[in-house]
């Protein structure tokens, strides 16, 4: 048995926050320098505009490192972050946001779907129905490398899932799933797309599975045009199709395998630059990561659930605005202001629906405008966003310290900020975060300069 691939010898991690932080951002900027310098070779608009997001999305400016945070338990912690996101593929530290919004919303959905007892499923092994009860296990499902370029290996790879996941065999043994693909470069520039799952649901016999995969993804190859038997002929037996399945004993483990990047970032550097500039002009990419059955259920049930608060919220901002505007109005025009909401309509709430909102790709700007000028207003939006960005964490953590990338700091603890933190602002504040951190941030304060805040 012979593998192609070579794991890199001296593979350093970085480990302290800081470190954390630079190694995103530069690992971002060395991706926009290879995809750049491809787009300009080949003369490609749309992958010059997506270089240039990249290289924006990499500006040491755009990075923050903050120290002195607090969360919802008035703990304190230091943290790093960008303001404004490219949301690229190719792009590590929006790509490891993107992995902790996933791993977040996996974890709900599990923690939240309980496990059934004891379920009576039809077994393929003993041809009958037994009772079993459920659990979580992880799977790994992958197809022969192809020569193919990348994206027709993922597309092939999510064409094989979706066939799997209408057989009869996936509904009778998995309840629930959250699925992620991925790929590596071997060092014969072939791709190892593969997939990670994460299935709640009955024992699954192995090799059942593997001849039900195998079969998806020889009708996924056939389909692409490729002759499946040809192509796997002489594959050594590690390279062939293979199947993993391994009981689960801790979810935080199991849940950062299956939600983390597409690739590593080292790949985009193997790959040929007109592999590249294909990825980096599609407009719908395959879906990476997404959740099925009962756990998709959940989230789906908490996703509405959150974007009804908002909404909520968000009315409720409408009308006080709405009802200061024309306080307003009825003092400029030396009226008495009749208050109608509530009064008139007894205590009826607004009802409030929900509307989905889809954002324009940017690719389409990019054809119309040319990526030059897209570039030159995308500048404009970023300012923005980081002023934005900016007043919203100054305000939110007024006693913590934000500096950018260039050693730059923008905010520090402000202890005339302290007012904006009294008793008044906040509701019941003496069990609030805001009310620990006050008391913990006097403490260091007296500490650091000798004076206390109040
Ligand atoms: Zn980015």
Redesign the pocket.
């Known amino acids: 048995m012979t593998r192609l691939y070579t794991i890199p010898k001296e593979k350093v991690k970085p480990f302290t926050l800081i470190e954390r932080a630079y190694f995103g951002r530069e690992s971002?900027e060395s991706v926009w320098k290879i995809l750049d310098a491809a787009a300009i070779a080949a003369n490609d608009e749309i992958a010059r505009a997506h270089a240039g997001?990249?290289g924006k999305?990499?500006l040491k400016s755009n990075h923050y490192l903050a120290t002195n945070l607090f969360d919802k338990n008035g703990e304190c912690f230091d943290g790093y972050g960008?303001f404004?996101?490219?949301?690229?593929k190719f792009?590590?530290?929006?790509?490891k946001r993107a992995a902790s919004g996933n791993q977040k919303s996996a974890r709900q959905a599990i923690e939240n779907t309980p496990m059934r007892k004891r379920v009576k499923h039809f077994c393929w092994v003993k041809n009958k129905q037994i009772p079993e009860r459920e659990r979580l296990r992880t799977i790994v499902l992958t197809m022969p490398n192809t020569k193919a370029t990348c994206l027709l290996a993922l597309e092939i790879l999510q064409y094989g899932w979706a066939l799997f996941r209408k057989r009869k065999f996936y509904s009778d043994y998995i309840t629930g799933v959250v699925k992620s693909h991925e790929f590596t470069v071997r060092v014969d520039d072939s791709y190892h797309a593969h997939s990670h799952l994460l299935v709640g649901g009955f024992f699954i016999p192995e090799h059942l599975l593997k001849a039900e995969w195998k079969y998806c993804v020889e009708k996924a190859f056939i389909e692409f045009g490729f002759d499946y038997a040809a192509l796997t002929e002489h594959l050594p037996d590690a390279d062939k199709l293979n199947v993993q399945i391994k009981l689960v004993h801790s979810l935080d483990k199991a849940l950062k395998e299956v939600c983390k990047y597409m690739t590593k970032n080292e790949s985009w550097a193997k790959i040929p630059a007109a592999h590249l500039l294909e990825l980096a002009n599609v407009k719908r990419f395959p879906r990476m990561f997404d959740m099925g059955g009962r756990f998709r259920d959940t989230a789906r049930r908490f996703n509405k659930r959150a974007a009804l608060i908002k909404a909520r919220r968000k009315a409720k901002a409408d009308a006080a605005k709405q009802a200061e505007q024309e306080k307003l109005n009825a003092a400029n025009h030396d009226q008495y202001y009749v208050q109608t909401n509530g009064i008139i309509d007894g205590e009826q709430k607004p009802k409030i629906q929900l509307t989905r909102k889809r954002k324009k790709n940017w690719r389409d700007r990019v054809g119309f405008l040319g990526s030059q000028v897209y570039l030159t207003l995308l500048d404009k939006e970023i300012n923005k966003t980081v002023e934005v960005r900016k007043s919203f964490l100054a305000k939110k953590y007024p006693l913590s310290s934000f500096s950018d990338h260039t050693d730059f700091v923008w905010h520090r603890a402000n202890i005339e900020f302290i007012d904006e933190l009294s008793e008044e602002r906040v509701e019941d504040w003496e069990n609030s975060p805001e009310y620990k951190y006050f008391w913990l941030f006097d403490a260091h304060y007296r500490t650091q300069v000798g004076g206390a805040v109040c």
């Not at 404004?84 to 690229?88: A, D, L, M, Q």
């Not at 792009?91 to 790509?95: D, F, G, K, L």
């Open positions: 971002s997001r990249i999305c990499s960008s404004w996101g490219c949301n690229s792009c590590q530290p929006c790509q």
